[in-house]
């Protein structure tokens, strides 16, 4: 309250100009860490239990205090005084699409693939030319492209995907005879004590920028190819030159590394990185399975793990919409000649009702 509220809590008037605050955001991860200190170190409550006056010891309390009505008044209260501010609100990460996903596969798998170094000459002024190392080699960005669409179908966030390892992920053939990829996750953040379904994820010959089975199996590929053992973390820091990556299979790749490399991806395809973030491929996913294969909501809800009554089933409905993305312009969501999407690979139905 005294770091993030512009009225002094003992006087009751504004404080004075250029007094530094913290955002409402971070209010919040503030009072979050308290919950926290008093349900996880102080072993005095859950997180989510209630603050209350105890019915056989009058005049105690028991839960958590900030789950108290007080707290959760003053946070909204907050909210609207730090908005009628001026504040800026916080924005989530823009989400991927598969327009981007497409460049992105074009110009990873088809990277040279020999070892040599390769200069890239880069236009510094119009005078100019700078001749730099590229950023990636094909092993990396083989290891990219995979990263990028298993963490976009299975609505992963970042240190979710970056922790998957090699025993987690299974390449085999269904009763059909149809290669298929099963990702099971010992824990998630709303699941840290198990019981979560595996992802199964099956070959997409029509798009295959968006295609799992090929991604894995070409990355897997490359430790067969160095007689690098096929265990611990699947993606691995980066060592060396701008085309190797750690040997050891307890060197995983860190989310700075990752969050570098992507936005160096971004920018060789003329996109500019700097609204994506680690967490564009999980709101990406939620958009393309909800608005491109025109997933039911509730099948939505349950391929991403928001099906159990504790989890927050609200969260899906702000990764489909946030102003970071590209939505339909308000006169064009009746209008009978609007374009049409891409064709559906099995109706060919290509208008927006189908």
Request: hydrophobic share 30%; glycine share 6%; net charge positive.
């Amino acid at each position: 309250m005294l770091r993030a509220d512009d009225i002094d809590l003992h006087t009751g008037k504004a404080k004075p100009v250029g007094t530094r605050l913290v955002t409402y955001t971070y209010g919040e991860k503030m009072r979050a860490a308290i919950g926290h200190q008093y349900a996880r170190e102080y072993k005095l409550c859950t997180l989510d239990q209630p603050w209350a006056e105890s019915k056989t010891h009058p005049g105690t309390w028991t839960g958590n205090p900030c789950n108290s009505p007080t707290v959760s008044q003053y946070m909204s209260s907050l909210k609207r005084r730090k908005v009628r501010s001026g504040a800026s609100e916080s924005t989530s990460a823009k989400a991927m699409d598969e327009k981007t996903m497409q460049k992105l596969h074009d110009i990873n798998t088809n990277y040279p693939v020999e070892l040599t170094l390769i200069t890239v000459p880069r236009k510094r002024k119009s005078d100019e030319i700078d001749v730099r190392e590229p950023w990636a080699g094909y092993r990396i960005r083989t290891m990219l492209q995979c990263l990028y669409i298993i963490s976009m179908l299975c609505l992963l966030r970042y240190d979710e995907a970056l922790h998957i390892r090699f025993d987690h992920i299974e390449l085999t053939k269904n009763e059909d005879g149809e290669l298929v990829l099963i990702l099971n996750l010992p824990f998630r953040k709303t699941h840290q004590t198990g019981g979560i379904l595996p992802f199964v994820l099956y070959r997409n010959v029509e798009k295959p920028w968006m295609c799992p089975v090929t991604a894995y199996a070409r990355w897997h590929s490359i430790f067969y190819d160095l007689n690098y053992e096929t265990r611990g973390f699947i993606f691995r820091s980066r060592v060396g030159t701008y085309n190797e990556f750690s040997d050891q299979p307890t060197h995983g790749l860190s989310p700075q590394s990752f969050l570098s490399a992507f936005r160096q991806n971004m920018e060789e395809i003329d996109i500019n990185p700097m609204p994506y973030g680690t967490h564009s491929f999980r709101r990406g996913g939620c958009q393309y399975l909800a608005l491109v294969r025109r997933w039911n909501i509730r099948d939505v809800c349950v391929w991403g793990g928001w099906s159990d009554y504790k989890n927050n089933p609200s969260t899906l409905f702000r990764y489909l919409s946030s102003r970071m993305d590209n939505t339909v312009q308000r006169h064009d969501f009746f209008n009978p000649n609007r374009m049409g999407t891409d064709p559906c690979p099995r109706c060919r139905r290509t208008c927006h009702c189908a």
